[in-house]
């Protein structure tokens, strides 16, 4: 880990002042991925600037619009067991639970998370190349390991994911994040927050340097009971997504309204093919329209070997997120056994 | 094994160590185990290390300082937290509770020492104290009552000899005589 | 009462055979038991090793400049500046090394594997040398590398040295060939494991106390304080004096505590040259630059006659090894040992790749080698049509099939029946594809497991003190087994003392000699000698309570006498008795004091072989459309000779099942033959089961008298657990979907079949 300052503003604005100052700072919240990040020597900023000390960004509030603002220093436990949120946004409450453990939920924050980084081995490993890590010097996850990277959205330069389970519910629920900058606070619809890789891989989000997350806000809750968040990983807990689907449905009878899809572990961000929630507007729920659509949202797939399989595994993952979604019987995150 | 023949520890003086030499020590207050403590930490030194390396508590465990095996479980303002991953800076003010706080001054076991004992629910013994502070984390929290949802609470500790049943019978014995309380 | 038939005088005993909670429990539950990296000392520096970035070639240039600039930075050691040790390799020779020339930790600028410690940073703190260490600049010459063993199968050789202490593969038995080729029902396949690092929680990790005068206390992460001593003795020309090695407590090993690993190189080396108190702590990745379980391409073939009965068994292997050391494990041994077949042959060949050696890692070999077989044995009965049960009675022998000797005892016939019919396996519809629930497959499989019941030259002493008190003590160790708990059994019940009274000292070079803890052979070695002089000590204090003033037992012979309570009575009249305290006294002495050697009976060894067993029934629930697999109940039923502890042995065995589950749905170290690099080297991406994983786990001893595996009739459970366990889960995979996966670990990829190895 190298040497750093470290800064405890008081307010949302002093806070922004340390990181404009210091080209290279860091904000730390719940420190559970930077801090591991930092001992591999992956992330070295010279100024971290803790924000735990700042007011009003730890809170639940009703947003006055029937949504929910989840500040950005809410732990993910709170936000997961929080009444409002399991009675109004059960996909998130389920979606945060599926993610990680007690002790990390505990200590991480809503708006870490959407800042987690990838879990690609090369990244992780200072002794490899890795373009996102240190652009230019390559990525050897195409032809080496890459059994957890990305199918969809990949560029030649970076085929990692985006590994947060929090974040697919996010982007399902069209939540919003609320951001302040040296020019004052913006919102990012979470579909533009994260970005795909492109040739500028080194970058996760479209937040910029100088700005701070403020908090999370969800619209108006829609769906009931017909939700799901299911997640496929390599043990029954405790591990990263090889795909993940968040799935939410308006339905009429045994007829579609609306629908939204999002999909994790296969892409540089959450997963969304609004064309394909389309396809459900009006359908009869069913095995034959859920297996259309998940055609859709995996056009252009494209597997590098040993993430292949991911590919035939979203397909049969979105379908019966959607079946479970359909059915109101949500993937439970005890209870091993999948709906 | 009351007496286990070991070797002392060398005497380490607690707060007076290199860190005070520093120009980057920063003053924090923490209470650990219930006793009020003022330190200067590095702004690089994690809980962790700072428990063991600077008070010599080495009953907290360091498996992976990665927060991928919950060796390094403590009670932060009674919250379970995997400690590597917590700068000390950052949690100036906080109460600590470590495995070597859970017991009583008079060496009473905690009722969770007890049943992990009892059930024999550790072997080598270098996850335990993680397991027992957050098996009394997870009490505390309620969230967890059938073995299924002790299971899922209790993923973030690994135990590599295999305990985990045992673990489990352990911490469904406490809450069963919590519960007649 | 049971009577301990093997010596002189019978034991009587209270403790022994009864579950008893571990004597180091309140230890460790209160964080007090002090692991390797947990010692102190005045003036203590740290060490953080620099791990190289290829798999080989040289390095050409190392700039430890930037971190040396650090304040606090000591030293930095590299292969240019290490101080002289032993320049030959054999001298680095430890006592479980395979043939060939040890790995040689800055020895020069060679670059034999990735990951290899190429600079140690030592430093006033732990995160001084952690960030010096990430200053250090190492350029390397590349060369060409080779880390698959699939790619270089054609350069295959039998190691022209075998392994000590390892059973080479046996001699071919009639024609096995001809067998094959005439038999009406035969199964072949190639089966295959991930590598798997050992990974205990207790990352490696040396403390070296520097006492003056260049005598040294190292507190090492090993399964035999005196390998470590020997070692540290031999590569740093120092003498047994100058060293001692305390390591009361191991966090896990596994086997990755039998050889010294580099970090105790490290940590002597930094020590001997600073002349001050150092400690070298590896981290999680590092813990991947060591050994491992090998990998191995494995050909098995069956030929059977329609009545079931084994006309032809052959298995082959070809595993990795390091490119200087031949490792070797009894993988192939067990597929002709266990089941009567006439013509049988098992070959194991090496090829070199540029890895560190593969290590010895729980049961090393047998769950390697059984996967295979107990896998195509699940094969050949659904190609024969008869119960997977009735395959292995079918083909049951009462002798070693690897040799023609007597067994000192096999109970695994009443371990598949008892096993069976604790896990219902009458109830089991033999079609695949035939038990369902919900959207659930469900899966029955089993499969047998052994393990070589071994015995260890170990020494012991015992010394009884006139306030009542015994402490036992040996060399040996306790990485979770239960060693101490079961030594303080023992000697409890050979004098007759409460557990309370006595202390079992452990982990500390200047005990009594023993060889290193592993093969599942503690319990019976130091158990024996233990017993053995603790024997002696009760004859030296019943000589002292008949020979008293009035001795109430003078008239009696150490055989009508029991130990019990403290006291020395009758068996016919307990009234009539001496207390411990009382025979001292008469005695004179305030401690009688023996150590005796338990020696493995040669006469044994050259009529029989000795072996645990066991059936492992599983039940497993597969999602097959998104490939999830639950193991949702294990029975394992075990035969492995008497019990010291029931709970402490049930753990053993809950912990390998639980490796045996790791095995076959989780472990696997990925590589990147492209760097020659496994790359996912941290614990959220080596996957061991979590706590969500593991259900009903029940294990069952099956009774067995053995009189001749060990004195004491103790045959060793380290092992057993896992053996077998993997082959009975894919089996029940099999016996769920109708896909035989023949590649460990079984993941999702490999079920939902985009994968697929059948």
Known sequence: ?????????????????????????????????????????????????????????????????????LGALVSNTAAAYDERVKERYPLLSSALLAGATPQLRNAATMGGNLLQRTRCYYFYDAATPCNKRQPGTGCPAKDGVNRIHAILGTSEHCIATHPSDMCVALAALEAVVKVAGPQGERSIPMADFHRLPGNMPEKDTNLHGDEIILAIELPEPRFGKNHTYLKLRDRLSYAFALVSVAAALEMDGEKVVEARIALGGVAHKPWRVPEAEEMLRGKAAGREAFSAVADRILQGAQGYGGNSFKIELAHRAIIRALSQAAAGTPQSQTDKRIQ | MADLDLPLRQGFAPDAGISQALPDDIPITLTINGERRELHVRPWTTLLDLLREDLSLYGTKKGCDHGQCGSCTVLIDGQRMNSCLALAVTKDGCEVTTIEGLAAPDGTLHPMQEAFIEHDAFQCGYCTPGQICSAVGLLKEGHARTPEEIREMMSGNICRCGAYTNIVDAIEDVMAKEGAK | MDQSPMFETPLFETHVGSPRNRVDGRLKVTGAAPYAAEFTAPDLAYGYVVSGAIAKGKITNIDTSAAMAVPGVVQVFTHQNRPRTAWRSGAYQDEVAPPGKPFRPLYDEHIVYSGQPVALVVAEDFEIARYAASLVRVTYEAEKHQTDVAKVLGEAYVPPKKRSGITPPPKPKGDSEAAFGASP????????????????????????????????????????????????????????????????????????????????????????????????????????????????????????????????????????????????????????????????TATQKLVKIDTYTPADMRAPGAPTGLFAMESAMDELSYKLGIDPVQLRLRNYSEVDEANGKKLTSKELRAAYQIGAERFGWARRNPVPRSMKEGRELIGWGMATGAWEAQMARTAA??????????????????????????????????????????????????????????????????????????????????????????????????AQVAFQGERIALISDPSRFVTIADAMRAGGVDRIEAEETAVPDKLVQARYSSYTH????????????????????????????????????????????????????????????????????????YHVPVNADIHDIDVIFVEEQDELASPIGVKGLGEIGIVGTAAAIANAVFHATGKRIRELPITIDKVIGTKETA
Not at chain 3, 626 to 645: E, H
Request: glycine residues 10%.
């Open chain 1, 1 to 69: 880990m190298n040497r750093f300052s470290i800064a405890r503003p008081g307010s949302v604005a002093e806070a922004v002042r340390e990181v404009t100052t210091h080209p290279a700072a860091k904000f730390i919240a719940g420190g559970t991925n930077l801090v591991d990040l930092m001992k591999y020597d992956v992330e070295r900023p010279t100024h971290v600037v803790d924000l735990s000390r700042l007011p009003g960004l730890n809170t639940i509030e009703e947003t006055g619009e029937g949504g929910l603002r």
């Open chain 3, 185 to 344: 029902v035969k199964v072949e396949s190639e089966y295959r494991i991930a590598v798997e690092h050992h990974n205990p929680m207790e990352m490696h990790a040396t403390t070296v106390v520097w006492e003056g005068g260049g005598r040294i206390t190292v507190h090492d992460k090993i399964q035999g304080a005196q390998n470590s001593q020997s070692y540290i003795t031999h590569v740093f020309g120092l003498s047994n004096d100058d060293v001692r090695v305390i390591s009361p407590f191991v966090g896990g090993a596994f086997g990755s505590g039998l050889r010294p690993q580099y970090q105790l190189f490290l940590a002597v080396m930094a020590a001997l040259e600073l002349k001050r108190s150092v400690r070298v702590t590896l981290t999680r990745d590092q813990m991947f630059t060591m050994g491992y379980r090998p990998d191995g391409v494995q050909n098995v073939a069956l030929g059977a006659n329609p009545d079931a009965r084994l006309q032809s068994i052959r298995h082959d292997l070809i595993a990795g090894t390091s490119t200087f050391e031949d490792y070797q494990e009894a993988t192939v041994n067990w597929s002709v040992m266990l089941y009567r077949c006439d013509n049988a």
């Open chain 3, 461 to 558: 002493r015992a010394v009884l003190t006139a306030d009542g008190r015994l402490e036992v003590a040996s060399a040996t160790a306790d990485i979770g087994t239960g060693t101490y708990t079961i030594l303080t059994q023992i000697g409890a019940d050979a004098l007759g003392l409460p557990m309370e009274k006595v202390t079992a000292r452990i982990g500390d070079s200047s005990l009594p000699k023993s060889p290193v803890e592993g093969g599942s052979w503690t319990a019976a070695s130091a158990g024996t000698a233990v017993r053995l002089a603790c024997d002696t000590v009760r004859q030296q204090l019943f000589k002292y309570a008949r020979g008293m003033d009035n001795s109430p037992i003078a008239n009696a012979d150490l």
């Open chain 3, 614 to 685: 066991s059936a492992v029934f599983v039940e497993v629930r597969v999602d097959e459309e998104l490939g999830q697999v639950r193991v949702t109940r294990l029975v394992d039923a075990v035969a492995a000779g008497k019990i010291i502890n029931p709970k402490t042995a049930r753990s053993q065995i809950l912990g390998g099942v639980v490796f045996g589950i790791s095995m076959a749905l989780h472990e696997e170290s990925m590589p990147d033959h492209n760097l020659g690099r496994f790359m996912n080297h941290n614990l959220a991406e």
